[in-house]
């Protein structure tokens, strides 16, 4: 459960960074926290789907630490980065 947690917390913290590095795909903090929390909720959903998570006995691996970690980072900034694009896309068709 804890690597979950980390994940999407990393996920949020990884949704932000993206839309403060990346203007134009930014959607507002509310929203690029959202997005990262969804990012780094499938990104730590896949890991555990890997087998990257808690040991047999419950106790917490340092690669699951660091994988749910990345997987937060990774997985809220790309879902940001998509619905960002996405947005801008129809925005421009529109």
């Given amino acids: 459960m804890l690597p979950l947690i980390v994940s999407l917390l990393t996920g949020a913290i990884g949704g932000l960074a993206a ?13 690029n926290a959202i997005c990262g929390i969804l990012g780094g909720g499938i990104g730590g959903t896949l890991l555990g789907l890997l087998g990257i998570t808690a040991g047999p006995s419950g106790a917490l691996t340092a690669t699951a630490v660091v994988g749910s970690i990345v997987s937060g980072l990774v997985g809220g900034t790309v879902v940001l980065v998509v619905v960002g694009f996405v947005l801008g896309a129809v925005k421009k068709a529109a």
């Fill in 19 to 31: 839309g403060h590095l990346i203007k134009n795909i930014s959607l507002g903090h509310l929203v």
